[in-house]
């Protein structure tokens, strides 16, 4: 693990990151927290290196270059297809939703970092955990087949519970609808960089998260297919302290890195610089 | 698409009636399918990495006198063999060997037949430590680029993405009393409500028939079994799932293979296009 430094001019693209909510304390370290520094700071806790979780909005202001984001798909909307009813209303639960502002699980579309052109696809953990959906799975594949055919390299960033329970089979198959995309993408052979963020779990995990050219974790990022409440639920295992953590994966070969926030953004301006 | 024998809504079965027999532990497994559909069936082992997965079955034989690879989620029947074969459920070793002999097919130009029926991935901590994700990421995406004809069946159930790691196929049909969803019910129960006993309802919410995955454009087919379901007339059972397997394959061994692996393409890629009612989805592009 790289431990979280100061900030350094290339960290932020230039603009501010947008605020978040945040507890009062870290949880990590258990130190008050002041929420201006936090922001300078890329949500990384100053005295332990905890990483909170961001939203679409604020990986997207960490990774563009100011004023270089062009949102693609945005008005590809989500519905209820299975009329899924309990315990709540899906559909009520879609536009509770898109009045917070959050649009959809997974946000995409072009920008520059570091001056080059990149395609970027950002998950949303806060839109209904970040799961895999039809929209999701739609935007993603759009714009790996553009990325395919254009030459631009492609950057996800992963938070996700997996594949999205109120979408049924279809959501499932996302899954293969992505992949056949990734395929693309590798047989063009465009660079894929995947940055795995806490949590990244089930038919996100195990479709085009770790399927990267270039696996990179966030510090302390749960990363698995089942999650550790399944597991013990059906093994009644008792799971070691760190099982499924970014650590964890770089040990047992899953990803090539663990590289904290405020690096993020230098390594992979340097990436693109080394990738044609 | 079309449905054998009896309509659609001439079923009398609930939901959960379905997922018991699709559970049924006197339900043909793939073993008693291929063996009937290719009596010289030889298995083979392995992922030629570090291990062998009993939970999924492999190996070639000739089927309408053409050499033809199958493999099959294998659940076992005594209690002995079901925790030997983990009760269907496959490790990452499993998903590591189904591409090792499409791998095989492919170069021996063997169509691959792909018998579905596990509860899902193993839900343990070994798969994990052992990369059960990626494996699976890795053959969905290797699937794509098998240039040999593929159709699969979901015979029992088609659990989550353990299932879907061995459905990615030119066709796709379903036994009629056989499941598919993106998790089990007691899974997305366990998901949407914290609370597994509440199966029967998230079976309910999920559509996870042959009927319901029929009508979304999921699989090309449902295949009628017998009155009574499929457990009370293997022969029968068995002789349906060739006929229906072999007509879906026919047309595509004379596809040329660009043209084979463009189809494989857009059958997923394009697979929620009947759902796609929201003019915000706009065309295909």
Known sequence: ?276 | MKVHGRRPEETTLTVWQVVELARHPDRPYSLDYIKRMAPDFVEMHGDRISGDDPALIGGVGLWHGRATMFLGHQKGRSLKERVARNWGMMHPEGYRKAVRLAQHAAKFNFPIVSLIDTPGAYPGAGAEERGIASAIAKAIMEWFRIPVPIVAAVIGEGGSGGALGMGVADRVIMLENSIYSVASPEAAASIVWRDNTRKVEAAEQLQLTSRDLLAMGVVEEVVTEPEGSARVDYEATAAALDEALYRHLRPLLAQPTEELLQHRYERFRYIDSLIRAEPHFGPKI
């Open chain 1, 1 to 276: 693990m790289v431990a979280a430094k100061k900030p350094a001019d290339v960290r932020i693209s230039g603009g501010k990151l947008p605020p978040i909510a945040l507890p009062t304390n870290c949880p990590g370290c258990g130190v008050g927290l002041d929420h201006e520094e936090l922001r300078r700071h890329t949500y990384v806790c100053t005295s332990c290196g905890h990483h909170f979780r961001m939203g679409a909005d604020a990986w997207i202001a960490l990774i563009a270059d100011r004023g270089t984001w062009k949102e693609r798909y945005g008005d590809v909307r989500s519905h209820d297809l299975l009329n899924w009813k309990v315990p709540k209303p899906y559909q009520e639960t879609l536009e509770q939703l898109r009045d917070e502002g959050l649009n959809e699980a997974v946000r995409t579309g072009t920008c520059s970092l570091g001056g080059r052109e990149i395609w970027l696809a950002t998950f949303d953990f806060r839109f209904v955990g970040g799961t895999l959906s039809i929209v999701a799975g739609e935007r993603l594949a759009r714009g790996m087949e553009q990325a395919a055919a254009s030459g631009l390299p492609y950057l996800l960033v992963a938070a996700s519970g997996g594949a999205r329970m109120q979408e049924g089979v279809l959501a499932l198959m996302q899954m293969a609808k992505v992949n056949a995309a990734v395929g693309r993408l590798d047989a063009a052979g465009v660079p894929y960089f995947s940055v795995l963020t806490d949590p990244t779990f089930g038919g996100t995990a195990a479709s085009l998260a770790l399927l990267g050219d270039i696996n990179i974790a966030e510090p302390g990022a749960a990363i698995g297919f089942t999650g550790p409440r399944v597991i013990k639920q059906a093994t009644y295992a008792d799971l070691p302290p760190g099982f499924q953590s970014a650590d964890f994966q770089l040990a047992r070969g899953q990803v090539d890195m663990v590289v904290s926030r405020p690096e993020l953004r230098r390594l992979l301006a340097h990436l693109l610089e080394i990738y044609p």
